[in-house]
């Protein structure tokens, strides 16, 4: 019967000592994880902030579209310049309430 016991006790030491392995083994995981993650968010913080600034380059080059003007397009291109004046108005003013 002892040495069921002591049999048993071996048994339970061992999966403890298993247990414990993959604990620490779960820990050094889950630690590469959570600095890949960081990374990962760092780097997507960089492409959001990357693509902001082309898009708003992307809408410079629009404007700078609308506003380029040849010849007898200067009526035009004025009204047009007067209207986006007034939206800036109106946006400042709906800023300013």
């Known amino acids: 019967m002892n040495t ?3 049999e048993l006790v071996i048994s339970l ?3 403890i000592f298993k247990l414990i392995l993959f604990i620490n083994d779960l820990k ?3 630690k590469v994880l959570l600095k890949n ?3 990962l968010e760092n780097a997507l913080s ?3 902030k990357s693509k902001n600034d082309i898009n708003e380059k ?3 080059l629009k404007l700078g579209k609308i506003i380029d003007v040849s010849g007898n397009e200067f009526d035009n291109a004025r009204k047009k310049i007067s209207r986006i004046v007034r939206e800036v108005d109106n946006c ?3 800023l300013n309430k």
């Open 4 to 6: 069921e016991q002591d």
């Open 58 to 60: 992307y809408e410079h």
């Open 13 to 15: 030491k061992e999966k």
């Open 46 to 48: 960089e492409l959001m």
């Open 28 to 30: 050094n995981q889950n």
């Open 37 to 39: 993650n960081l990374e």
């Open 92 to 94: 400042i003013a709906l």
